[in-house]
Every structure is written in structure tokens, then in C-alpha cells.
């Protein structure tokens, strides 16, 4: 797992392109602007922008060959706690990889970042977050809606 760089644009572009109808299934799409040169490189740089300020922390899974198989975000860094979101690409999925991936993003976020807490949202049918949720320590917080979307939040202490 490595910290997301200006380095990194050109393989998270790929991973993003190569999955994006895998994602689509359970996670809003990102619109056509994010997936052309100019708006990804810009998407990009805002992103590196964030995490330089400290208001959020991007992490990449990448495997042997370079390439981007997942990724782990910490977002909306405030008062001890950042919510958490992960996505794997489809050919690596149920190998344990998420699951790997959380737990050292909770170890960095102790240890590194300074938090006591995460928080994570899952749509109610997408079975795969929940049980990865369930599986790294989250406990669920109640419904809520989001976009007017019925989601599952979760916590996790660090
Ligand atoms: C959710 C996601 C990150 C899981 O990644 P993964 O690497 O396959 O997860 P792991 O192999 O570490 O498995 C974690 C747990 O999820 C379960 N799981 C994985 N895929 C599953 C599926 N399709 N259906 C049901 N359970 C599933 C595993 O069995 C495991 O649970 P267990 O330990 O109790 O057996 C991946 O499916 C993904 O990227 N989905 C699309 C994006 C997305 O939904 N992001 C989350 C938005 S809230």
C-alpha cells in the first residue's frame, strides 16, 4: 500500500477506467468529465491538494507489475475521526485483499494520523462493504439517508 502521489495518476486513471462498471453497481459513477485527461489530471491534483492540507489521506493498493488493484481513502479529516472508502478492482476481489487493506489504513490512522476514530457509510444491499465492515471492527450506527439513498453508517474506535 502506498500514499497517493502526483506519480500514481496515470495507473489510477487505468484502474478507474477498468472498472468502472464494476463500481457503477454499488457506488455512484464519477461522470464522463472525470475519466477525460484534463478532468482526471485535475480531479487529481485537487485530491493531492486535500491531503497536503491534512483533510484527507489516499492511499493505493499496487500489486508486483505496478499496477493499481485497489484503493483506500481517509476523507473529511476532522475532530479525531475521517470516514473511510475502499474500492477493489473486480479481478482481485475475495482474496482478502479490502480486508488487509482496512486494517493497515486503521493502523495508519492511529498511529500516523493522529485519529481515534473512523466512520464508514455502506449502501443496505451491498453485501461485500458490510461484511468487510463487520469483519475489520466496524459496528453499525444506525440508518441514515444520503442523497435521499437508505445507507448503514458505521464506526470504528481506534
Ligand atoms: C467491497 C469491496 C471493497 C470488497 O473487496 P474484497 O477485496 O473483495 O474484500 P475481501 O476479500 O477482503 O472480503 C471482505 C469480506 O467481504 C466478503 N465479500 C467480498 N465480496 C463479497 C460479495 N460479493 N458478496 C458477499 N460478501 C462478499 C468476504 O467474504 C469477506 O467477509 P468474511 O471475512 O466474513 O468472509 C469490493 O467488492 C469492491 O470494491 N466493491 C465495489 C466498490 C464498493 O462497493 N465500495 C464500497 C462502497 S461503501
Not at 492540507?53 to 476532522?78: E, K, M, P, S
Amino acid at each position: 500500500m502506498e500514499r497517493l502521489t502526483a506519480e500514481h495518476a496515470s495507473a489510477v486513471l487505468a484502474f478507474e477506467q477498468e472498472n468502472r462498471d464494476f463500481f457503477r453497481y454499488s457506488v455512484p459513477d464519477r461522470g464522463e468529465e472525470y475519466f477525460t485527461p484534463d478532468g482526471f489530471a485535475e480531479r487529481h491534483r485537487a485530491l493531492l491538494d486535500e491531503q497536503a492540507d491534512g483533510r484527507c489521506h489516499f492511499h493505493v493498493l499496487v500489486n508486483g507489475w505496478g499496477r493499481i488493484v485497489g484503493r483506500v481513502n481517509l476523507v473529511d479529516v476532522a475532530g479525531g475521526s475521517a470516514e473511510i472508502g475502499y474500492r477493489i478492482a473486480e479481478a482481485d476481489t475475495r482474496q482478502g485483499l479490502a480486508r488487509a487493506a482496512v486494517e493497515e489504513v486503521c493502523r495508519l490512522a492511529a498511529a500516523s494520523y493522529g485519529l481515534s476514530a473512523l466512520t464508514a457509510v455502506s449502501s443496505l444491499d451491498n453485501e461485500a462493504s458490510r461484511a468487510l465492515l463487520a469483519r475489520t471492527g466496524f459496528t453499525e450506527a444506525g440508518e441514515r439517508r444520503v442523497d435521499g439513498e437508505k445507507v448503514m453508517a458505521y464506526r470504528r474506535a481506534l
